[in-house]
């Protein structure tokens, strides 16, 4: 039973080298491997790598700063730095388009800071092991705390009937969970990228202050180009239509 409390999640934990509890997998994880050091060295930090059939074959790298924050030219500076690291690891067999993306507001969920700015919110989360005879669970996330095999998330689960219980779900357990996308989440987001926007127009402001704005850019690289050109999305993953774009 994992006691429920807000964690207070420090030290390397705040930083780029929190681990990833939920994993890609095969190709994916292959990929992320290549991609999570040359995403580090530019400050930011792998969130999940997903590879679709889209526009011939798309390989989406979702990434952001550890502070969830994930700006236009974050996403420039790490197309230009992954074309020639994924060009000599030769990381597809295809031609391929290669897309820089923020995680969006219904976000994965892959590291336990993740889970504790998630507190309050609804997520989604399907288990790679049961848990009590079932692995899909919806429900709203009310503590992260350590538990007998590792970090785990507290879920409110309302069931048809309006009854309400709880359940502690192992992350390391988890096959994948993401935030539902509601009203409150999407307010929440509008408030920041308000927040953020005021920031920006301050001389003195962080740089990137303004990286909630949607924004999409194209970049051609190397010798897989014909097929690839990067896009660059920072709200929601930009799957492309049939002519890349």
């Known amino acids: 039973m994992v006691e429920a409390q807000h964690p207070s999640v420090s030290g390397p934990a705040d930083g780029l080298d929190e681990p990833r509890l939920i994993e890609d997998a095969g190709a994916g994880m292959r990929i992320g491997r290549i991609a999570a050091p040359v995403l580090r060295d530019l400050g930011l930090r792998l969130v999940r790598v997903k590879i679709s059939a889209t526009a011939g074959t798309t390989v989406q790298i979702m990434a952001e700063r550890p502070d969830g924050s994930m700006s236009i030219d974050d996403c420039e500076r790490a197309s230009a730095a992954l074309s020639p690291v994924f060009d000599v690891e030769d990381i597809m067999t295809q031609a391929y388009r290669l897309e820089l993306s923020s995680p969006g507001i219904d976000r994965p969920l892959v590291r336990q800071s993740d889970f504790a700015r998630a507190v309050g919110g609804e997520a989604r989360i399907e288990m790679a092991t ?48 993401r935030l539902v996308l509601t009203e409150d989440l999407i307010r929440a987001a509008l408030r920041r990228e308000k927040t953020a926007l005021k920031e920006a127009r ?44």
Request: no cysteine; aromatic share 2%; hydrophobic share 35%.
């Open 130 to 177: 049961a848990v009590d005879g079932r692995k899909r669970f919806r429900g709203v996330i009310e503590a992260v705390a350590d538990g007998p095999d590792g970090p785990a998330v507290r879920l409110l689960v309302t069931a048809d009937d309006q009854s309400e219980s709880r359940v502690d779900l192992p992350i390391r357990n988890m096959g994948e969970a």
């Open 202 to 245: 301050r001389p003195a402001g962080p740089r990137g202050a303004a990286a909630a704005r949607p924004a999409k850019h194209k970049t051609n690289s190397n010798r897989k180009a014909a097929a690839r050109g990067a896009a660059l999305e920072l709200n929601e993953p930009h799957e492309g239509d049939s002519n890349g774009r």
